[in-house]
Structures are given as C-alpha cells and as structure tokens.
C-alpha cells in the first residue's frame, strides 16, 4: 500500500514538476512542493494506521463543549 | 437536497422553517451581493487584502480558505456515506472519494466556464426528477400528515432555521470567488436572488413531498428523500424509480464539491501570489480526500455534527465576516480611494 503510495506521488510530480521549470513558475514550483508534501504526509500516515485527531472533533471538544456553543436535543 | 438529519428535529413542520430561513438568510445575501459590488473584478481575497490589509487580510482569507476546504470534504464524504449505506455496502469509502475527486478534478481543471456551462444541464436534471416524483408519488400523499401545525417546540424553530439558513442558504456566498468571472455583473444581485428563490422552492416541494409521503417516518429514516423514492410503485411495472434520487444527489454534490474546490485551489492560489491556479489542483484534491476519511468515525457521528456543531462552527464566517466587511467598507468609503490612485 505505501508503496503504491508512493509510486503514485513520484507520478504526480513527474507530471507537474518538468513543465514548471521550462515556464520558469519559481513560486508555483516552490507552492506546489510544500502542498505535495503536505499531501504526501497526510496520505501516508493514513495509509501506516496512525490515528490523527480530526479537525472538527478539535473544535467541538475544546472550543464548542466548553463554551456551550451547542443545540443539545430534547 | 435536504439535510436530512435536521428532519429529526422539525419533524413535520419542516416546510415553515425552510421559509423562515430563507426569509432570514436573505439581508445576509443582500449584503454578500453588496459586497461584490463594491469592489468589482474582484474576488473574496483581493476584497479581503483591500479591506483588512496585506497581514490581516491574509488571515481573514486562511479563515474562509479553511471553510472551503473543510465544507469539501464534508460534502464529499456525505456523497461517500450515501453510496456505502445504500448502494455498495462493501466496498470502502477510500474508492467513492478518490472516483469522486477525480471528475471534480478534471472540471475544475477545465475552468469555471465550463462549470458554468454544465450547471444548466444539471439544474435541468433536478428539476426533473423533483417533478417525476412528485407527479408519480400522488396517489400516496396524504394532506393530514401536516396537520397538527406548530407543534414542535420554539427552540427547535429556532434551531431549525438556524441550521437551514447556514446549510442551504447562505453557503451561497461562496459566489464572492466566481462573481468576478461573471460575464454581465450589472445583474448580480437580480440573479443571485433569483437563483437562491429557485433553490429554497425545490427544497420547499422536496420537504413537502417527503412529509406528505412518509409522515412522521421520514424522521427516523436515514435519507428521506431516497426512502421516498422507493415507494414508487405503478402496478409492478414502473418500480425502482431511488436511481433517479441518487442520480441526482451524486449530480448536486458534484456540482458542490467543483465549486468549493474551485473556490479553495482559487484562494489559495491568491494568497500565495501565483500566476495560475493548475499546479494545485492535484494538492489540494489529495489534501481534502485525507481529511474527508478522517474527518468523521462513523455516519452518526457526522449527522451529530451536522446538526448540532455545525450551526455555530460555520456562523462566524457566515453571518458575521461579510457583513463586518461591507460595514468596514461604508465606514471608510473605501472603494472611491482605490478608484482615486
């Protein structure tokens, strides 16, 4: 699977990378890395089984439970 | 479509707080289109670095981009709940996703234009299918599921309209990102309106079609309007008519999830100062499919959220941001010093 994985992201930025450096798109190309990695962090510790905290559940727990920003249902 | 877990809460009086919400969400919409007209051939987070400065304006837009970005993996994995619980119960829902992103990929990747071009063939579809149910589904309505009007207590009212009016309604200021591609911005305000009455009447006849069908059933049951569907019966002959249901979530969530991923791989393209939007698209896909399976444990969980969190999570950046703009911007008469330099 993570090999999949990463076959897959060495792709991806085969296909992007090459024609950003002839059009000479420095930022776009600087952009484009720091989201793939991001993307490829992600991925990959979803695809190893490593439990990340969602989002939302961060919200709800710390911020709406606590200051009752709620509808609680009767 | 109709969230369909706030149908637990307003139970068969759902059609009167469809009305009030709309009723309410619209000074909200007033002040979105105000806001677009301020400040013309500008989108959300140019608007955003005019009126808030370069720094503070680059956070305002991470806000909303977070808000894109988040709504899109909710919506996609809505769409990926749907077919997991009714369609194809064992296949993962890392599939759904990943077949689903990509078509959204490939269109955003073609430009808002073409967006544009096939949400006229889409909003046909709806409209159809809406009709086709209502016309087949006759002979098993019954008027006296209405009946005992107001009977819901207030604060589900108010809970109710609430979560329409974030859900539904004024999710519609995401135009803020497409407005400055808009061929004849003169009526902006004209079709936005018209465009919004149009949706809260097909939600209103699906709402009342689900009610006048199902009655008090349509609360406990996961989708209603799919549940619907499946009565349809003309003598053993015209049976099985839930495809067209699904056909047409799969076709409204598309349209959904296109434009949020536009709007998200536009703003972040804008924040960072980059010529086109392209490089991103592929990023920012992969990025919202991680978060849409992580997002939730379970389908309960999601409706939970849905229905309790999710009014208060999406109201500041909703009800409050846009209207503190336009406020700003009256303030400061900001849009006759930029046409001054």
Known sequence: MTYVLIVVFIFIAAGQIPSLIK??????????????????????????????????????????DKYNLKYQQE | MVPSSIVSITKHDTWLVIISAFVISM??????????????????????????????????SLLYLGYFLVMMSLNLRDLADFYVNFIMPDTPLVFFLIAFIMVCAYAVRNGIECLARISFVMIVIWFMVVATTIVLLFKDMKLSNFLPVFEISFTSYVHGTHLFATYPFCEIFIILMIIPSVN??????????????SSALLILAISIRNTAVLGIVSTITASPSYQVARLIDIR????RV???????????????????????VLSMSQITRMRSYYPLIIPIGIIAVCLALIIF????????????????????????????SLLIVKMLGLPKRIEGE
């Open chain 2, 184 to 197: 004849n911005p003169k009526h902006i305000r004209k079709y936005t309106l018209l465009g919004v009455a």
């Open chain 1, 23 to 64: 059009q000479k798109y420095w930022r776009e190309l600087v952009v484009f890395s720091i989201f793939l990695t991001l993307a490829f962090t992600f991925s990959l510790l979803i695809s190893l089984d490593v439990k990340i905290p969602s989002p939302l559940k961060v919200i709800q727990y710390d911020i709406q």
């Open chain 2, 297 to 324: 444990d379970s389908t309960i969980d999601h409706a939970l959220h849905a229905t309790n969190y999710h009014p208060f999570l999406v109201a500041p950046i909703e009800f409050i941001l846009p209207p503190l």
């Open chain 2, 27 to 60: 000074p909200f919409i007033l002040s979105y289109v105000a806001l677009a007209k301020k400040f013309p051939g500008k989108n959300l987070v140019q608007i955003n670095d005019i009126i808030y400065g370069s720094y503070l304006g680059k956070f305002v």
């Open chain 2, 242 to 264: 839930e495809v067209l249901t699904s056909i047409a979530l799969t076709t409204t969530l598309f349209m959904k999830v296109s434009i949020l991923y536009y709007a998200s």
């Open chain 2, 236 to 239: 053993d002959f015209l049976t």
